[in-house]
Every structure is written in structure tokens, then in C-alpha cells.
DNA sequence: ATTTAGCACTCTACATCTGCGAGTGCTATT
DNA sequence: AATAGCACTCGCAGATGTAGAGTGCTAAAT
């Protein structure tokens, strides 16, 4: 739906966004007037003040508050903010050291750019690393350990590393264990681990294997071992939402936090801000997790070097500056994408 | 310090400790003469209340509410404790039914159990997975991953794997990371992890090996491959802690918070709980981690196949239920120590 | 036709007050 | 030593009162 406003009404309804953002609190007619130098009076104000909550922009919590934006009205915000804040040198400089300092390797990039994110913004970070299954196979690796156990590790050309412990129904002697990894290194060359996957399946079924022991035994525990374990999801920050005086509530409280201890289903959740390009807004409800909450999401897809993606941002109440966190989310999503193709 | 009660004292003491643990309110004279079917009046329990006070085992909040057990009547409680309640077959089956289903590994097992013991005792799960360091090597893999990157993998004989991307100056084929890996597998056979970075630091300074530019090479990228990386701690249930009045609170809530992210930190001072055998029981300020916030610990150690030890209990507020918690923290520990041998 | 000033009205947050009841400590009694 | 009785204390919850912020309407001003 497209709201359309005289310049003076949008002026208002931004100072109204602006200063809730700040306060937290319900603004009144004279705040805005005397706040923000306007040209007019409080009354004025007042005046479009009722035209605003009438468009459904506004509310007032009780007769003698001041007015709340809905989240319509953020929306209309963000659609129509040109004033983008530009990310400061030194948000830079921070975002730039902190990733730099984690330990090599891409889970500690994505960790420490979650904390960056949380510490910048104040709000909490989330980071999403690229699934594994859509990561180019590059070698697989059995060790035998004690009898009846194989150690099947999956390497990825992105460098992950999968690995899986595998009951055998009897003892495969190591030289075997070497053919075997040999055989299914080659069949899995170029191929993402998906794909792998499915090759495995079919080749199992396929009436030349069916027949060797060897073989089949070989994709049996190759089988198992792509399949993808639990996907990584790094919620960083999170002690910080307790700062937000909208969740001071208990109850409130621990609706999130049970929220984001089902890692799982936010993964599911949060995969369709994975289709897109560029920084995805959403607002209040429309935030794939926990809806009703009151609860603002902004992300941005990264991707490594070999085009998997994955998706970086920040999780804040409706309330949210996001005039600054924007272009946070933004630049650290660029950021890790280069950092990821120096790997 | 050693406290001596009559059995009178320690009888109403007891019902104190025991009512408020359940209702989390101050509980008054009338109230344990009541609720306990005591063979004497509140007016005789008052006068015992009083003699508690004095000794430091109760407190009241103020004048007119009931009594409060103190850290150090807590402390006599579980000291005394004799009746402590049995698990019951229902918890053991729910436990052993959580921990098998989990995905197999240690880890699977480990966050798992974690689940259970929050599930149960309605408190906070806490689990330290085994260092790794002091594993016992198993084998080492070199894998090529682009020009100038080598992916080193570590496997110990639990069949841990720890992978680490590491930059090298040249490029160096494959083949002569199949050398490397064999000699260093030949190096530190049967060794700890830690022993077997001692072992490449010494022989990375000997004379023989300075000269020979492979063999150093390979020294000094294992050297980085056994560098410790973060230990693994598991705190699973955060979210039950709010169930509990004493946290409504949010300035307390945020304290809490706050310190279970710093898992480095929490780690660190957990391990002084891992020192002796048995269930250990921290209450109050005795708690290595947050102290102040009125939390009690109880942790026991387990032990994998080839005795590396972790660590796995409850967090919860002060007033705990403890004869449950005590032995299904207990009973896990032996539990998980069992399923792990089986690995 | 807007904009503004003025004013009556509304509603909440905060403070103050009050009675109730839970709980205590003391004392006299058994 | 244990108990019953009683006066006393104190917090809590509900009631009452008040100040102030904010609104909506109307009439005047531009």
C-alpha cells in the first residue's frame, strides 16, 4: 500500500519516528514542535498528528499520551528514507579489525563479524554460515578407529569439514578404507555436496555396485556421512537485547529467548531472506522469526569464494535505528564477502 | 565451620528450607507448625527461629514477613542431607531415551545430555566438553585447498576432529604433504595432544631437523594445527532460568546473561570444579561462575574411553531443588560416561 | 481556508493514606 | 522447657487525591 503525505506531515511523522526511536517513549504535539524548531505550533501539529493516526501511522497507548509509530509507519520510514546515515570511518575501522582478528578459518569470521554487528549496533547479531550441502566436495578421508568404528571426514573446497562417526557391521581393514576413499573421491569430484548426495543414492541402487561388496560398503558410510548435520547459526549479543526497555517484561523475555534456543527452526525461518539481494528490512511482523514479538529484522546475504551463501544482520526491537544499522549491515556484508574470497 | 543443631532445630530448619524452596516466599512460624504437623506450636518455633536467625541460618527480608534460609543453611542442608530422593526409573528412562537418540559423536551426546539435564530439573544445563589436548593423537591429514593453503586435520582416538586452514609461504604438492603427514604421524603416535605439541616445539628446535627444509615445514604447520581452539561448552535451557521469581528482575537477568557468554571465561572457571570426583555442590558465592547473583552449581565429572574428563551439571538459583537435582546430575554423569566408553 | 491560541477535558503516574493481616517477640502460665 | 496469649510492627494492597502531560474542539487571526 503507498502512503502518500504533504512534505509537512512526512516532516512530522519523521520527527515522531526519530525522537521515539531515541526515547522509547510516546511523543506529544508540543515535543515535536519545540524539538525540531518547526515552523508551526504544537496545535498544527496536533492537527496532523489525528490525520497520521487516522492513516493508521500513529497510536496513542491512552487518551492524554503521546502518539507511537505503528509499524506501518516504519515501513514508510525506511521505504522513503534518502537520509541514509553513511557508515563512520570508524565503524569501519572497528568492523575491519574485529574480523580480521578472529582466528583463520570461516566459522571464526562469521562468529566474530556477529559480534561486531552486536557490539555496533547495540542490538543483537545473527549470523547464518552458508550451508555446507551447497559447498563444493573436495575430498573425503576414512580413519579407522577401534574396530567397527570408521571416522568419514568431508572436506569442502571452502575448506568446512564435516565428519561423522560410522558403526560398520564388521571390521574394514585400513587398506580397504584407502580404495574405498579412493573410489568415492573420484565419484564425487566437481560435484556440490547435494549433488554428492544424490550421486551416492542413485549409485547404490545401480546394478553394477549391488554386486560389490567393497563398493557398496564404501557408499553406505559415504551415505551417511553427507548427510548435513545441523546447520550453523551464531546468535551473538544476545544479553544485549535486555537493554531495550521493551523487553524489561519477564514474560516477554523468555518468549525470545525460547525463540532463539531453536536454532533449527529459525534456520528455516530465515532461509527466505536468503533469496534476495542486497539489505532486506523486516518489520515487526513481517520478521520471519517470532512473530507478535515486536521484533525488527535487517540482513544482508555475504557470499564465499565459490558463490554458497550466507546471511549476516541484526535482530532489535520495531524500534530500531535504522538509519545507522543499515549501512552497518550492509557494509559488514560486503566486508565478509571479501574476507571470505581472500580464504 | 561446623554446625550443631538438636534434632528439633534441624527438623524445623529443614521444613523452612523445604517450603521455601518450594514456594519461593518467606515462610512464617505458623505456616511450618501447620503445613508439618508438628508435635509443638508456632510459638516454639519461633523461639528456634530465633536462635537460627542468630546463628546465620535464616534471615527475614523484613520484620513482619516469614523466615529466609541463608547460604550457609543451605550449605547444612545439603551437608546433612540423607534423604536424598532416588531417581526415579521415569527421569532414567526419559535420560538414557534423549541421550541415545542424539546424533552419534561425542558432541551429539554431549549437547544432548546438556537437553536432558535442563529438561528435568527445570534448571539451566551446563556441559564441558573433554579438552581436546588432552586426547590422545590418532592421525593427521594434510589437505590441499588452492595455492598456499593447507587444510591440516587433527583426529584424536575418540575421534575428535579439529581442522585448522593454514597459510603457507609456497605452494607444496600433494605429494610431498603425504610425506609430511606420515612423518609426523610417526612422530606423535600414542601421544596426548599436548605431549605432541611439546614434541614438534622440540624438534622444531634440534639440530637435525633445522636444516631439512620439509620436515620443518611440515613442524610448523602442525605446530598450528595443535594450537588449542576453543574449548566447547554447552549451556542449554537458558530460557528456563526466567521461570524462576528471584529473576524477574532485568538488571539481574542482564548480569546473568552477560556472564554466560563469556565462555572462555566461564570455562576457565569451571575447571577448578573438575578436580575432584563425585558430585560437587556450589551454593551461592562458593559458585565459580557469577558470583553475587545468588546461583548455586552442581556438577559431576564423566570420562571418556580413554579417561579424558568433562564436566556436566545444573546452574539454578540458590534455593534449588537439590535432593532431585543432585542425583539426576548424578545419575547422568555415570550415564554419559557409560555411552561414551561405548564409542 | 489554514493556522493558531486558548481552554476544558481526560487520563495516567505518583504520592499519600489507611486498614488488614501476617508474623514476631515478650511475658505469664503450665 | 514448652506453650498460650497478647501487644506490637511492618509491609502490602486498595483507596483517594493531585499534578501534569496531552488531546480535541472552538473561535479568532492570518
Do not use: W
Not at 551415505?223 to 544479553?239: C, D, P, W
Request: hydrophobic letters at 40%.
Amino acid at each position: 500500500m503507498v502512503v502518500e503525505l504533504s512534505a509537512r506531515s512526512r516532516q512530522i511523522l519523521e520527527a515522531i519516528i526519530e525522537d521515539y526511536i531515541a526515547t522509547a517513549e510516546p511523543v506529544g504535539s508540543s515535543a515535536v514542535a519545540r524539538r525540531h524548531a518547526m515552523t508551526f505550533s504544537s496545535a498544527t501539529v496536533r492537527n496532523v498528528m489525528a490525520n497520521l493516526e487516522e492513516m493508521g501511522l500513529l497510536t496513542s497507548p491512552h487518551t492524554s499520551a503521546g502518539r507511537v509509530p505503528t509499524e506501518k509507519a516504519y515501513r514508510f520510514y525506511v521505504d522513503s528514507l534518502v537520509g541514509l546515515r553513511k557508515i563512520t570511518r570508524e565503524e569501519k575501522r572497528l568492523l575491519i579489525q574485529r574480523c580480521r582478528q578472529s582466528g583463520a578459518g570461516l566459522p571464526g569470521i562469521l562468529k566474530e563479524a556477529g559480534r561486531a554487528l552486536s557490539s555496533l549496533s547495540n542490538y543483537m547479531g545473527i549470523v547464518v554460515a552458508p550451508s555446507f550441502t551447497s559447498d563444493i566436495f573436495r575430498q573425503i578421508e576414512f580413519i579407522r578407529i577401534g574396530t567397527r568404528k570408521v571416522l568419514a571426514i568431508l572436506v569442502s573446497s571452502n575448506g568446512l569439514v564435516q565428519n561423522r562417526l560410522v558403526d560398520t557391521s564388521d571390521d574394514i581393514p585400513e587398506h580397504e578404507l584407502l580404495v574405498m576413499s579412493n573410489y568415492l573421491n573420484d565419484l564425487m569430484q566437481g560435484l556440490t555436496i547435494s549433488q554428492a548426495r544424490d550421486r551416492i543414492l542413485a549409485e547404490l541402487n545401480s546394478e553394477k555396485v549391488r554386486f560389490d561388496r567393497m563398493m557398496s560398503r564404501a557408499l553406505q558410510i559415504s551415505e551417511q556421512a553427507v548427510t548435513t548435520g545441523e546447520e550453523e547459526i551464531f546468535l551473538e549479543g544476545q544479553a544485549r537485547i535486555l537493554d531495550q526497555p521493551e523487553f524489561s517484561d519477564a514474560a516477554r523475555m523468555k518468549e525470545i529467548f525460547q525463540t532463539f534456543e531453536q536454532k533449527g527452526r529459525m534456520l528455516h525461518l530465515l532461509s527466505r531472506c536468503m533469496n534476495a539481494d542486497g539489505v532486506q528490512i523486516y518489520i515487526g511482523s513481517e520478521t520471519p522469526v517470532s512473530h507478535s514479538a515486536g521484533m525488527s529484522l535487517i540482513t544482508s546475504r555475504f557470499t564465499t569464494s565459490n558463490n554458497t551463501i550466507g546471511l549476516l544482520g541484526v535482530i532489535g526491537p520495531t524500534r530500531m535505528g535504522y538509519s545507522s544499522v543499515i549501512p552497518i549491515v550492509d557494509y559488514t556484508s560486503r566486508l565478509v564477502s571479501r574476507l571470505l574470497s581472500e580464504i
